[in-house]
T-cell receptor, first 115, second 113 residues
Framework: AQTVTQSQPEMSVQEAETVTLSCTYD???????LFWYKQPPSRQMILVIR??????QNATENRFSVNFQKAAKSFSLKISDSQLGDTAMYFC????????????FGTGTRLQVFP | EADIYQTPRYLVIGTGKKITLECSQT?????MYWYQQDPGMELHLIHY???????EKGDLSSESTVSRIRTEHFPLTLESARPSHTSQYLC????????????FGPGTRLTVL
């Protein structure tokens, strides 16, 4: 069975600084997808970034980038130039490449951005 | 604008009542999902559907039931609500251009007294 571990329950960062959120996962699959989702307080969960395991190049979306280390089964999220609006719960998620499309979520990291 | 909707957003109800949580999407997605999330915790898949007349149970056992009579609609029903059902319920859809990516609704926060 696949598992996703986020070892940092809470993180804080000052506005304009950079922060990295950790995620590790366990799987015997070779092909899969990894995601970071953001859930702001009392607001909708939105996709931040996705990574296909067969791609060696790390995904990037504006200020958000990942460090995908397939051999180490690590998938960290880097947020550059942090903004107050980045304050949220961040969930790392895993999906096997099969027809089920089931997402396995980590326990989340609560990120607080301070002015 | 394509989106995914959930109603009600908040529901407080007494034990033993029957409730239906609504979820609809205008994204044209075939796949839809229900997740249960306790405050500050991870999401657990409780139901999913690949299309009309398709429903499957997720990894977390749930006393709720779902139906998928129309592509855009995926309601969740609890026949007799109990305090243990108090949680947040998130609906999602997927299977679009990025077939692996799921898009979430705003959630329904359910409290059973």
């Amino acid at each position: 069975a696949q598992t996703v571990t986020q070892s940092q329950p809470e993180m804080s960062v000052q506005e304009a600084e950079t922060v990295t959120l950790s995620c590790t996962y366990d799987t015997s699959e070779n092909n899969y997808y990894l995601f970071w989702y953001k859930q702001p307080p009392s607001r909708q969960m939105i996709l931040v970034i996705r990574q296909e395991a067969y791609k060696q190049q790390n995904a990037t979306e504006n200020r958000f980038s990942v460090n995908f280390q397939k051999a180490a089964k690590s998938f960290s999220l880097k947020i550059s130039d942090s903004q107050l609006g980045d304050t949220a719960m961040y969930f790392c998620a895993f999906m096997k490449e099969d027809n089920t499309d089931k997402l396995i979520f980590g326990t989340g990291t609560r990120l607080q951005v301070f002015p | 604008e394509a989106d995914i909707y959930q109603t009600p957003r908040y529901l407080v109800i007494g034990t033993g009542k029957k409730i239906t949580l609504e979820c609809s999407q205008t994204m044209g997605h075939d796949k839809m999902y229900w997740y249960q999330q306790d405050p500050g915790m991870e999401l657990h898949l409780i139901h999913y559907s690949y299309g009309v007349n398709s429903t499957e149970k997720g990894d977390l056992s749930s006393e709720s039931t779902v139906s998928r009579i129309r592509t855009e609609h995926f309601p969740l029903t609890l026949e007799s609500a109990r305090p243990s059902h108090t949680s947040q319920y998130l609906c999602a859809s997927g299977g679009g251009i990025l077939t692996d990516t799921q898009y979430f609704g705003p959630g329904t926060r359910l409290t059973v007294l």
